[in-house]
């Protein structure tokens, strides 16, 4: 069974939104600080959500205002609301949980999904 697992991508015109979810199968009391980071071609993988056990979020600039972290714990899950996308956006998404309170460094996670497809159009 893989620890993380992402669904909701697809493609979305400019302007448009998105919701993807990441289903956990390891324990939230291990590794309860969650994010989300994405991939384009030829680049290096970038940080754009994170929620820490205490609810507290942490964003990057180009996000901000745009996109929302949030978590079920009781699910094992979490989710980011993606508002307002733009081309530049367009990324494979992957989500990430590990055990330092947000960090927005690769290194820091533990446990990876195997990345869901996000194209905005313009």
């Known amino acids: 069974q893989e620890p993380l697992v992402e669904s909701g991508g697809g493609l979305v015109q400019a302007g448009g939104s998105l919701i993807l979810s990441c289903a956990a199968s390891?324990?939230?009391?291990?590794?309860?600080?969650l994010a989300w980071f994405r991939q384009a071609p030829g680049t290096e993988r970038k940080f754009v959500a994170a929620?820490?056990?205490?609810?507290?979020?942490y964003y990057p600039d180009p996000v901000t205002g745009r996109f929302t972290i949030s978590r079920d714990d009781a699910k094992n899950m979490f989710y980011l609301h993606m508002n307002s996308l733009k081309p530049e956006d367009t990324a494979v998404y992957y989500c990430a949980a590990g055990r330092v309170a947000g960090t927005r460094h690769v290194e820091n996670y533990d446990y990876w999904g195997q990345g869901t497809q996000v194209t905005v159009s313009s």
């Open positions: 929620i820490d056990w205490n609810g507290d979020t």
């Open positions: 390891i324990r939230f009391w291990d590794y309860g600080n």
